[in-house]
Each structure stands twice: as structure tokens, then as C-alpha cells.
């Protein structure tokens, strides 16, 4: 019934509907028991794609108490000061000269050590804690930004960005005064956005992306190949890379599919005048075939982990005179 289309005002309306079901007596007698184990099921549909229906079960009543855990001790998280922002080397592949860092969060759990992203970051979207979280995220990039260039090297700087900030209607001022309160030069920070982001709403993210634009800062769209991108829209964004998603670096030179597609998103990034990175670059030969490519940018353990800014430093001091390659 609910797939049935609605005809409003000449236009043929699609409504999607996720269930999530709980049976009386069985997963509860008592009405809240009932209809919270209910919601455990329908964000489990929610999960599966949506527009499905689940039955409730022991492990979702498990799973729902933990990510209810991690909620509550991530609201305390960031005045608690339990976060920390990693960053991991992004290098020319021409040359191996280094070019700047990808910020990627960590949370120090004082009980669970070191939490990774994608544990808590669907937690924080689900939340809207990610607003606050991503706000500190790009703070900390700028402040690094500055602390880097005052020693001399000024390295670009790019922040994940989700969802929900994407969303956020104060986005552009927490951009401008993360910017302004660090006197950071915005050309030298990135945002970071998916494809499946990008392509939720084009006419709303053309606009919102323009105006970050405008304000000097560049954009990517991470895991790219991942999604569904409608080619037609890409070259309508303002975007000024590809990062190829590592599960195409990661298969490439097992798989002849996967470095045809790796080739050909090298080929239509130039194509559209955009530079394309690869991510995921764990082997010398990964990237000598990239850079026979003509990828722009390498990123991966070949070069750097993400790392806590002081061993960043300490990591470039290896090198010596900053070349990764
Ligand atoms: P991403 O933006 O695509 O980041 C790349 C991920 O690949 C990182 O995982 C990085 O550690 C990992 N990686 C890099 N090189 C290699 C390699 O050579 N081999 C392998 N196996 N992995 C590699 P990480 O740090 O766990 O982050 C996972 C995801 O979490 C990120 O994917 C990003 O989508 C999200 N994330 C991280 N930090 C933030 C943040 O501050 N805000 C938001 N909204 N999302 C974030
Ligand atoms: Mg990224
Ligand atoms: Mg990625």
C-alpha cells in the first residue's frame, strides 16, 4: 500500500517506508519495552537499505545498547577532551614531494582505547553530535594548518565532511571562523565529500558548495566510484578532485577490472579538469602503475599511517627535506 504512488499536483510521488517490528509477548510486555525494541528493528531495516521490515531480535537489542553506550560517552567526549585528529600524508606522485594531510578523527575511549571512525562517526550522524564533532575537526585542522606553516611548511589540509554538516545551515559560518580565528589561508583546506553526499540533492549542493567555494576553500569527492554519480551533474559541482576509493587501488593489480575502472576515473577527472588521487596506495607497485596513470596525488600506508601531529613532524624529519617518494 505505501509503495502505491501519489498523484500530487500532476506529479507521480514515491514514498519509502522502513518497519521495524517487535511481538508481544515475546520481545516485551511492557509498551516502552515493545516499542523501543521495535526501533532497535526499524533502524536495522533503516540499515539494510531501508524500505524493508525487520523482526526484532537479541543481537539488535545488543547492538542497540551499545551504539546507546557509545552515544552517551560521546556527548562527554570533546569537553572531556577524549578526541583526537590524525593525519596522514598526501604526496605528489610525480615527484614524492609532500602536499598535505587528510585530518581523520580518533576518539581515545578512556575504558575501550583508541575508537576508530567507523565505529563512532554513523553513531555521531545518527545523533547529530557530528555537528559539534566536525566542528572541533576543523578547528583542529586550521590550528595545525597555522602551526605547520609558522614552522615553515604549508601543508594543505583536507576535513571529512558529513552528511548532517552538510545539512547544517551554520556550515559556512563554522567554516569562516574556523578560518578567520586561525588566520589560515583557505585555499590551504579541503573538505571532503562523498559521492552518494553529493548526489542527494543537486540543486541544494551546487548552491551550498559554490558559496563554500567562494569562500576559497577547495572540495574533493572521496570514494569515488563508490556511489552513483550522475556524470551529467559532476562537471555542474565546483569540485576540484577525485579520490579514487582504495577498494579499486586495493584489487588493482589482481584484478584487471579494477584497474580498468582506476584508469578510467584517472581519465575522466583529467577529462573534466579535475586532479584525481588515489587512496589506499600500500605498495611500490601501486604506484608505479598509478603514476604511469598520471595520477596527481598518492595517499596510503606506503607512505604514512594517520598519525598524531607530533609524529607527523617527527615522520617528516625521517625524510629529510620532504620528499616521500
Ligand atoms: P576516508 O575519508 O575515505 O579516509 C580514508 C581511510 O582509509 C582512513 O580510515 C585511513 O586510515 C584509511 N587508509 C589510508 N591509507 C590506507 C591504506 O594504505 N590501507 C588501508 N587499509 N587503509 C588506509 P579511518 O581513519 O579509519 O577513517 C574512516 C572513515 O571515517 C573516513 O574515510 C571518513 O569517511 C570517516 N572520517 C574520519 N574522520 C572523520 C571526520 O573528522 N569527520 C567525518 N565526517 N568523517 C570522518
Ligand atoms: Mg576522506
Ligand atoms: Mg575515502
Known amino acids: ?12 510521488l514515491h514514498v519509502s517506508c522502513s518497519i521495524g517490528i517487535a511481538v508481544y509477548p515475546e520481545d516485551g510486555v511492557e509498551i516502552e519495552t515493545l516499542m523501543r525494541n ?33 552515544e552517551n560517552d560521546l556527548r562527554v567526549a570533546i569537553e572531556r577532551q577524549q578526541l583526537r585528529v ?48 566536525g566542528a572541533w575537526v576543523l578547528a583542529e585542522a586550521c590550528r595545525q594548518q597555522a602551526l605547520w606553516r609558522a614552522t615553515g611548511e604549508d601543508l594543505a589540509i583536507s576535513v571529512n565532511l558529513s552528511a548532517a554538516q552538510l545539512h547544517d545551515p551554520d556550515l559556512l559560518a563554522t567554516l569562516q571562523r574556523a578560518i578567520a580565528e586561525h588566520g589560515v589561508n583557505p585555499a590551504m583546506i579541503e573538505l571532503e565529500l562523498t559521492e552518494s553526499l553529493l548526489m542527494e540533492d543537486v540543486t541544494l549542493t551546487i548552491d551550498l558548495l559554490q558559496a563554500i567555494k567562494a569562500l576559497g576553500i577547495s572540495l574533493s569527492v572521496d570514494d569515488f566510484g563508490t556511489g552513483y554519480s550522475s556524470l551529467n551533474y559532476l562537471h ?20 584487471p577490472n ?21 587512496e589506499g596506495v600500500e605498495q611500490s607497485e601501486e604506484m608505479q602503475v598509478l603514476a604511469a596513470a598520471g ?22 624529519q625521517s625524510l629529510g627535506g620532504g620528499n616521500a617518494g
Open 86 to 133: 590524525y593525519y596522514q600524508p598526501r604526496v605528489e606522485c610525480r615527484s614524492g614531494r609532500l602536499l598535505g594531510a587528510e585530518a581523520l578523527v580518533r576518539w581515545r575511549h578512556p575504558e575501550h582505547g583508541l575508537i576508530t571512525p567507523a565505529r563512532f562517526i554513523p553513531v555521531a550522524e545518527d545523533s547529530g553530535l557530528i555537528i559539534p564533532i
Open 295 to 316: 595520477c596527481d596525488e598518492l595517499q596510503g600506508y606506503l607512505f604514512g599511517k594517520p598519525m598524531p601531529a607530533d609524529d607527523f613532524a617527527l615522520w617528516r
Open 38 to 70: 521495535a526501533d532497535a528493528a526499524m533502524y536495522q531495516a533503516k540499515q539494510q537499505g531501508r524500505n524493508n521490515a525487520q523482526f526484532f531480535t537479541l543481537e539488535m537489542d545488543r547492538r542497540a545498547r551499545e551504539r546507546m553506550q557509545i
Open 258 to 278: 579494477d584497474l580498468a575502472i582506476t584508469k578510467a576515473v584517472i581519465g575522466l577527472g583529467h577529462t573534466l579538469g579535475l586532479s584525481v588521487v588515489a
Open 236 to 255: 555542474r559541482f565546483p569540485i576540484d578532485k577525485l579520490k579514487i576509493d582504495q577498494s579499486f587501488v586495493r584489487n588493482m593489480l589482481d584484478d
Open 1 to 12: 500500500l505505501i509503495r502505491q504512488p501519489h498523484n500530487v499536483g500532476g506529479a507521480e
